[in-house]
C-alpha cells in the first residue's frame, strides 16, 4: 500500500475540513439584515437629537442676555425649520439662566416602529448647561 492511497486521503480530509455551513451562513445573513434594517430605522432619530442639541446650542449662544423666553423659542422654531426637526419644538424648550448664560434644555420620547405591534422607545434628553454635559 502507497502512501498516497487516495480512499485514506479522502478520509483525512474530511477529518480535517472547516468552514462555515449553508446552514451557518444563512443564519449569519439573516442576522446581519435584521441589525441593519434596525439601525436604518433608529439612526435618523439619533441623528435628529444631535441636531436638536446643536440648534439648542447655537441659540443659547445667539441669544443675547436681554433676550427673552419667547425669543429663544422662535429661534429655535425658525432653526428647526430648516434641519427638518419634528420632536421638538420652541415650545417645549425649557429656558432658563445660569450666571447670565441662557441655558436650554429639553426632554422627549420618540417612539420607532420596528414591526407589527413591536416599538422601541427611547427617551432623549439634552441641555446647554455645563452642568449636564455629563448625561
Known amino acids: ?13 474530511m477529518k480535517h475540513q472547516r468552514g ?7 443564519m449569519a445573513c439573516f442576522v446581519i439584515v435584521v441589525l441593519v434594517v434596525f439601525g436604518m430605522k433608529i439612526v435618523p432619530a439619533v441623528i435628529e437629537y444631535y441636531a436638536i442639541v446643536k440648534n439648542a446650542k447655537a441659540v443659547a449662544t ?3 442676555a436681554g ?28 429656558i432658563s439662566k445660569d450666571r447670565n448664560q441662557i441655558v436650554v434644555g429639553f426632554e422627549y420620547e420618540k417612539r420607532i416602529r420596528l414591526g407589527g405591534p413591536v416599538s422601541l422607545v427611547i427617551d432623549f434628553k439634552g441641555s446647554t448647561s455645563a452642568q449636564d454635559k455629563g448625561d
Not at 500500500?1 to 480530509?13: A, F, I, S, V
Open 20 to 26: 462555515v455551513s449553508l446552514g451557518g451562513l444563512l
Open 67 to 94: 433676550a427673552t423666553v419667547n425669543d429663544v423659542r422662535q429661534a429655535f422654531d425658525r432653526r428647526a425649520v430648516v434641519d427638518g426637526i419634528e420632536s421638538v419644538r420652541g415650545v417645549d424648550l425649557d
Open 1 to 13: 500500500m502507497t502512501t498516497h492511497d487516495p480512499k485514506r486521503l479522502k478520509e483525512g480530509m
Open 62 to 64: 445667539s441669544s443675547g
